[in-house]
Nanobody
Framework: QVQLVESGGGLVQLGGSLRLSCTAS????????MSWHRQAPGKEREMVAT????????YYIDSVKDRFTISRDNSKNTLYLQMNNVKPEDTAVYYC???????WGQGTQVTVSP
């Protein structure tokens, strides 16, 4: 079955950087577009960034544009999210996701300290 394991979260200072990873298994990773989502305390989960199966055409929501970079290494079945110049509003649990799949990983917590 589909498994998604996120890692790389932690406590980071305002303006700092962090790289999240998501290791996928149970499906042909290289043939699917993927996305990162996040859920802040008391808020609904929101999509943050998407990328096509071949790594092209990255898309970002406005609030992270020019600060976050989504990428992937299909040889390692791994999706990445490079987070730069983080802000307090980036504090959330981050999840990777295969579109239209009911499966979600456990997520990785990112906390930005002022």
């Amino acid at each position: 079955q589909v498994q998604l394991v996120e890692s790389g979260g932690g406590l980071v200072q305002l303006g700092g950087s962090l790289r999240l990873s998501c290791t996928a298994s149970g499906f042909s990773f290289s043939t699917y577009g993927m996305s990162w989502h996040r859920q802040a305390p008391g808020k609904e989960r929101e999509m943050v960034a998407t990328i096509r199966s071949d790594g092209s055409n990255p898309y970002y929501i406005d609030s992270v544009k020019d600060r976050f970079t989504i990428s992937r290494d299909n040889s390692k079945n791994t999706l990445y999210l490079q987070m730069n110049n983080v802000k307090p509003e980036d504090t959330a649990v981050y999840y990777c996701h295969r579109p239209y799949d009911p499966a979600w990983g456990q997520g990785t917590q990112v906390t930005v300290s002022p």
